[in-house]
């Protein structure tokens, strides 16, 4: 099964920068695309970021300047450096990994999804 961890999160003061990583098992490569959401309380999911198989990077307005996605495709990990955070950024970070299924007769498209780390942006 598909198993994806993240890691890195906690408390840090507005401005501060904190870097997020998210390592992917099982059945997942470099040919699938991953990337990044967060979930603050109250909120509904807002995308952060995501990186294609072929490299390709893109951000949310909300953060492009700010944080950079990653991916080290020889040990199957993404990461998430976030600079200049800010407090609309304390949210608990989903990392996913877009996937497909064998239903024996098609494949069905699936984003497997982590645990989620929570990131504190606070005095």
């Known amino acids: 099964q598909v198993q994806l961890v993240e890691s890195g999160g906690g408390l840090v003061q507005p401005g501060g920068s904190l870097r997020l990583s998210c390592a992917a098992s099982?059945?997942?490569?470099?040919?699938?695309?991953m990337g990044w959401y967060r979930r603050t309380a109250g909120q509904e999911r807002e995308y952060v970021a995501r990186?294609?198989?072929?490299?390709?990077?893109n951000y949310a307005d909300s953060v492009k300047g700010r944080f950079t996605i990653s991916r080290d495709n020889a040990n199957n990990t993404i990461f998430l450096q976030m600079n200049s955070l800010k407090p609309a950024g304390t949210a608990v970070y989903y990392c996913?990994?877009?996937?497909?299924?064998?239903?024996?007769?098609?494949?069905?498209?699936?984003?497997?999804w982590g645990q989620g780390t929570q990131v504190t942006v606070s005095s």
């Open positions: 990186v294609e198989s072929g490299g390709s990077r």
């Open positions: 099982g059945s997942i490569s470099s040919s699938n695309a």
């Open positions: 996913y990994a877009e996937g497909t299924v064998n239903k024996g007769t098609w494949l069905a498209k699936v984003d497997y």
